[in-house]
């Protein structure tokens, strides 16, 4: 009997002492970096996915142009919220007005196949345009347009703050650039895009839009936008898949 005592006083003594030392806190496993690390990128994804959203819905109800009373449906944009690469292009065409969602038609499926040769995956990166609502018969949209429009795309690269831009077209490379040079004069080299007073420059990438691709379908355009690809991968610090994997 004083032997089963002596064990229980010694068991509570060590209980008290355990206590003691740790202040009757339980110590916690540690949590590694890489853990840490992915519960912050998460935090941060999911408050980004929030502000964009907002975006998205104030886009939805936006009416400050005409085109706010003809679209069907406002395409504000989609994808990762914290993508490294965000692809912007001129407006909505009909298959996008229509589904509410960019780049769905033949130009944006040929995008895709751009995005699945990188090695990337859709929703890996940003796609966004530089207005919301689709123009009539799908014409260049307006100085007054882009100018009430604009705002939003801003915004959306302000929360995102990709490490790349890459514009699809003309209209989209004048607006960020602020220029009236041609395309072909801006595509195939990095150019810096200032999207805030005291905010870093973002690196951006000129190239062709897919819509131009189908209309102007050759091995050497196909060529100059894979070189203009290879070079963000490059830039990025990514592989450079291999042709035909």
Not at 27 to 34: G, Q, R, Y
Not at 72 to 79: D, F, K, L, Q, R
Not at 126 to 136: G, L, S
Request: overall charge positive.
């Amino acid at each position: 009997m004083k032997k089963n005592t002596d064990i229980k006083k010694a068991v509570r003594q060590h209980l008290e002492m355990e206590q003691f030392f740790t202040g009757g806190i339980t110590v916690k496993p540690k949590t590694s970096p890489a853990e840490s690390k992915q519960k912050a990128d998460k935090a941060v994804a999911a408050e980004a996915a929030g502000e964009l959203e907002k975006i998205a819905d104030e886009v939805r109800q936006c009416h400050k142009c005409n085109l706010g009373s003809l679209r069907t449906n406002a395409v504000p944009g989609e994808g990762n919220p914290n993508a490294r690469i965000l692809f912007v292009g001129e407006g909505p065409g009909a298959d996008e007005d229509a589904q509410g969602r960019p780049f769905v038609g033949r130009a944006g499926q040929l995008l895709d196949k751009v995005i699945n040769a990188m090695g990337l995956k859709r929703s890996d990166i940003f796609i966004a345009n530089i207005i919301k609502c689709r123009p009539p018969g799908n014409r260049d949209p307006r100085p007054d347009e882009i100018i009430n429009c604009f705002p939003y795309l801003q915004r959306q690269i302000e929360i995102i703050n990709p490490e790349i831009i890459v514009t699809l077209g003309a209209p989209a490379t004048k607006t960020l650039l602020n220029t009236n040079k041609p395309i072909g004069q801006m595509r195939g080299r990095f150019h810096e895009y200032y999207s805030g007073i005291g905010r870093p420059p973002i690196k951006l990438m000129a190239t062709y839009h897919t819509a131009y691709l189908l209309r102007n379908y050759s091995q050497e355009n196909r060529k100059r936008v894979w070189e203009d690809m290879k070079q963000v991968l490059a830039e990025l610090g990514l592989p450079v898949p291999l042709p035909g994997r």
